[in-house]
């Protein structure tokens, strides 16, 4: 070993020991304690979560994607399984809008139209019946009608463009109400 290569290896050796130092600080967000005595992991705390039906007039295309919103955070929350006896609510309301974006210029008609779901929510403790939190979220995604002659083709793709809005939606509550559980902020 020369003396050149004295001072990298001492680098070397000093970031592998930072390193070592370190490791212990990380904690997954979905992972278990695995010591006794330590708190519910966050996914045990996250199926405690109650989900509450998604107010909206019934028969409208809101009350579809609040179906869709709800069974989607429900299967995030419980990971499939069965849900624990609610200690936390999850109260959510929803506006949509739908905004033209590309219009043929010899019909008039568009061509491609944004979907827009706007979602404010809060997660209530039910032992106080207080507010934790609350919050907002938005997803907005797009989708193309393809001409007045396939009418069920644009009306499928709203379709589509609502439960892709639902489920960013829904997993941007689930990350949110995690982060609570992980940091209780």
Do not use: W
């Amino acid at each position: 070993m020369s003396l050149s290569n004295a001072p990298r290896i001492l680098r070397l050796t000093l970031a592998l020991a930072l390193a070592g130092l370190t490791a212990g600080c990380f904690q997954p967000l979905y992972g278990d304690h695995a010591s006794v005595g330590s708190p519910a992991g966050v996914s045990d705390r996250l199926s405690s979560v109650e989900v509450r039906p998604i107010d909206a007039p019934n028969g409208t295309r809101l009350s579809r994607v609040g179906v869709e919103m709800r069974d989607q955070l429900l299967f995030d929350l419980t990971g499939g399984g069965a849900a624990q006896s609610p200690a936390y609510r999850l109260d959510i309301r929803l506006t949509s809008s739908q905004t033209q974006v590309i219009v043929d210029l010899n019909s008039a008609r568009p061509d491609i139209q944004n979907y827009g779901i706007d979602a404010v929510y809060s997660l209530v403790d039910l032992s106080t019946g207080k507010p934790v939190f609350k919050s907002t979220t938005f997803s907005r995604v797009s989708y193309n009608i393809p001409g007045q002659q396939q009418r069920f083709a644009g009306d499928r793709g709203l379709r589509d463009a609502e439960n892709r809005a639902a489920k960013v939606i829904a997993d941007n509550i689930r990350s949110r109400v995690a982060s609570y559980f992980a940091a209780g902020t």
